[in-house]
């Protein structure tokens, strides 16, 4: 038998799940609503998290510039994403929503700019 315990973090409630495995069949308990029940199962099965950062950027009012991945990325990748966004330098202009890098790491992710950013002279 497969057991853990984790917190969830689909909405605000932050409801205390408890999640085993028996006879490859999972089992929630905990969870005010089905997304707790959803949450609990792929979090043992596949975990993923949208990863917010930052990038530097060149010739903008601030040094560094907000990023996200679009969607979520596997959690065991969340290293290996940071080293790669580490290594990148951006020139301003820059619109919120502009592709970063494309395809981070071959997960079918883009990297996107959370937040606008004019040239200055």
Known sequence: MDKREIICIVCPMGCHLRVRKEEG???ITGNTCKRGEA???KEMTNPTRVLPTTVKIKN???KRL???TNEPIPKELIFKCMEKI???EVEA????GDVIIH???NTGVDVVATK???RIQ
């Open 25 to 27: 069949k999972y089992q």
């Open 93 to 96: 202009p820059v619109k919120m």
């Open 60 to 62: 903008a009012f601030l």
């Open 39 to 41: 949450y609990g199962i």
């Open 116 to 118: 606008t950013m004019g």
């Open 66 to 68: 907000p990023v996200k």
């Open 103 to 105: 395809n981070i790491l």
């Open 86 to 88: 580490n290594t990148i």
